[in-house]
């Protein structure tokens, strides 16, 4: 701890820290870990990408590899309480053999080790270790019996001494206090101290010393369990640009390569909730949406065909968004996919207008080609006017900077980039996908306005051959 204070001493980003001997936020309570929390200065204090936390906390782990006395990480704490203690995937590895622990141990290694071969991962590791140092207590429970006590009334009363034992409670000043029964520091030191500790054998007190065996071992120091079988408790950071749901899927592909018959993997904290709500629900969710999209583009053109043309035409749109996001450098989030649901319905909307523009004219007798040209030219003005006050909209949360400039600049850089590409690419390949799908509807049946000149015509020369035979007679 105080190697690492030096350190931190000399990190101007710092504004204060303290320190918890005792304690791990990733591995609980124990006389091995520890815990320093650290306090940033104010955003104004700290411009520039090489001074945020991100590069703050990548500097600092830098600097404590060099300290070869301990197992450190750095780590921002998670953004909702109750998930997890921080933004890492947390990952429990599980024996179902019940096998030994040290072969658990080393399979884990392994297997942390394929993962940080990973381009998607930027550091898989456990604060679980086998090389603390214990001291095991081997009763004798031959000489326990022939003495007349048994093994569990001398562990007891050596638990008693060195690790303390409620006895009862007592009222003083209106308070109930609590006796505990524990030996002196300075006399539950070294193996030669079981000498004065005693236990009782029938009328007489025998020294523990009598009875039990120490040796000094290497082993956990907690043994931890996940759904009642041994676990191993990891954490998975995402390298930066590739997104939480990428590192699950190269989790599940090594666990498969190298994980053996008998041990596999459960999340927790907010990867666990991930895991259990993506994957095929997303799916369904959208297919739904597209569905009921579908239907009410049916009934405003009155086509099953004339839809596709904007259906078919957002994909081309959305292309705009992945791509500013990937040269940004920035991975596929939960806010850019809110940007992208927002964008797909901006999309829409000027798919349907150019649409809906083209099949006014083709009502009136144009034909398709000069009707998909003609709705492209007109709305060519609105269009640009909407994605333009768009875009100049969303530039402020496009280079935000500060608390929430994450969130805010995956949100705005996915709908800049969609909005200026998609808006691009709409110009050219609804008029396209109109004409393709126009075409074939009115292979099934003509447009409305036609059929009724059509009609009009015919009840026209069906009136004038009636007044001709009734010219005749």
Not at 80 to 101: F, I
Not at 138 to 150: E, M
């Amino acid at each position: 701890m105080n190697k690492l204070e030096k350190i931190l001493a000399s990190t101007l980003e710092i504004e204060h820290y303290c320190r918890v001997a005792g304690y791990g936020l990733l591995s609980g309570q124990g006389s091995s870990y520890s815990t320093i929390v650290i306090r940033l200065k104010d955003w104004d204090e700290r411009k520039g990408k090489e001074y945020n936390a991100d590069a703050v906390t990548a500097r600092l782990n830098a600097q404590f590899y060099t300290i070869k006395d301990a197992q450190i990480f750095s780590f921002q704490p998670g953004m909702m309480p109750g998930y997890g203690m921080g933004n890492s995937l947390q990952l429990n590895l599980q024996d179902k053999t019940g096998g030994d622990m040290e072969t658990f141990y080393k399979t884990s290694m392994q297997f942390l080790g394929a993962l940080n071969q990973h381009p998607e991962i930027a550091m898989a590791y456990t604060s679980y270790a086998m090389n603390f140092p214990q001291i095991t207590v081997d009763v004798d429970a031959a000489k326990c019996k022939r003495a007349g006590i048994s093994p569990a009334t001398v562990l007891d009363a050596l638990g008693s001494y060195c690790g303390g034992a409620y006895i009862s409670n007592y009222n003083q000043f209106g308070k109930v206090y609590r006796v505990m029964m524990q030996a002196s520091p300075e006399y539950r030191l070294s193996e030669q101290d079981l000498d004065n500790m005693f236990v009782r054998n029938g009328r007489e007190m025998a020294p523990i010393s009598q009875f039990v065996t120490l040796k000094k071992v290497l082993g956990p120091e907690t043994a931890n369990r996940f759904n009642l079988y041994s676990a191993i408790t990891a954490n998975v950071n995402p390298a930066s640009g590739y997104s939480s749901g990428e590192v699950q899927k190269v989790i599940e592909e090594v666990a498969a390569q190298t994980l053996p018959t008998g041990y596999g993997y459960e999340y927790g904290g907010m990867a666990r909730e991930e895991s259990n709500t993506s994957g095929t629900q997303t799916v369904f969710i959208y297919a739904i949406c597209i569905f009921l999209i579908y239907l009410i583009l049916a009934c405003l053109y009155e086509s099953f065909l004339v839809p596709f043309a904007v259906i078919f035409s957002v994909p081309f749109g959305l292309l705009g968004s992945f791509v500013f996001a990937k040269f940004f450098g920035l991975e596929n989030n939960i806010y850019l996919q809110t940007g992208v649901i927002m964008l797909i319905g901006l999309l829409a909307k000027t798919a349907i207008l150019i649409t809906e523009f083209a099949i006014e004219r083709r009502r009136k007798g144009l034909g398709i080609v000069e009707s998909a040209y003609s709705a492209a030219q007109v709305r060519l003005r609105p269009i640009l006017m909407t994605v333009l006050t768009m875009i100049f909209g969303m530039l402020p949360l496009m280079f935000s900077r500060g608390a929430g400039a994450n969130g805010n600049s995956s949100l705005g850089t996915g709908v800049v980039g969609g909005m200026a590409v998609g808006t691009l690419a709409l110009l050219f390949v609804v008029p396209v996908f109109y004409i393709i799908f126009e075409y074939l509807q009115e292979k099934i049946r003509k447009p409305m306005e036609l059929e009724a000149d059509a009609q009009v015509l015919q009840e026209r020369e069906r009136s004038a051959a009636e007044r001709e035979h009734d010219g005749d007679e």
